[in-house]
């Protein structure tokens, strides 16, 4: 016999859950609980929303960081060649077809004769 009260007891524990499920399934609830899918599904089109715009911003950062650098290797090289061609050699060199040359003596200073009063 305590056999069939706890068959019992259990055929009315499954009945009350499947009584409570049929309560949850009805109409009204169902229509009470649709603000609650609306913002469950707001909050995942944002999550979504969120993980495009973070791939977007990161594939912009490592873009910009590629440029700045190429940057600087072009300023690098181009500083490079400045300092090469403005050595007094390379003037030299770059001057000749001017026939233009160093000067071997010192530079004659010009007074001017109003300067030369005043002291």
């Known amino acids: 016999m305590p056999e069939q009260e706890n068959t019992k007891e259990r055929d009315s524990k499954i009945a009350s859950i499947s009584i ?5 399934l ?3 609830s169902i229509v009470k609980q649709v603000p609650f899918f609306l ?3 707001l909050l995942a089109v944002v999550y979504i929303y ?3 715009y973070a791939d977007k911003t990161i594939r912009n950062i490592n873009q910009t960081a590629k440029e700045v650098k190429e940057l600087q290797y072009e ?8 300092m090469f061609r403005s050595k ?6 770059a001057v000749e077809p001017l026939e233009l040359k160093e000067l071997t003596v010192a530079p004659i200073v010009l007074k001017d ?3 030369a009063d005043k002291n």
């Open 20 to 24: 409570g499920w049929k309560r949850l």
């Open 26 to 28: 009805n109409y009204q």
């Open 39 to 41: 913002f469950l599904a």
């Open 50 to 52: 969120n993980g495009h």
């Open 75 to 82: 300023y690098k090289t181009i500083k490079s060649e400045v």
């Open 88 to 93: 007094q050699s390379e003037l030299a060199k």
């Open 113 to 115: 004769s109003a300067d």
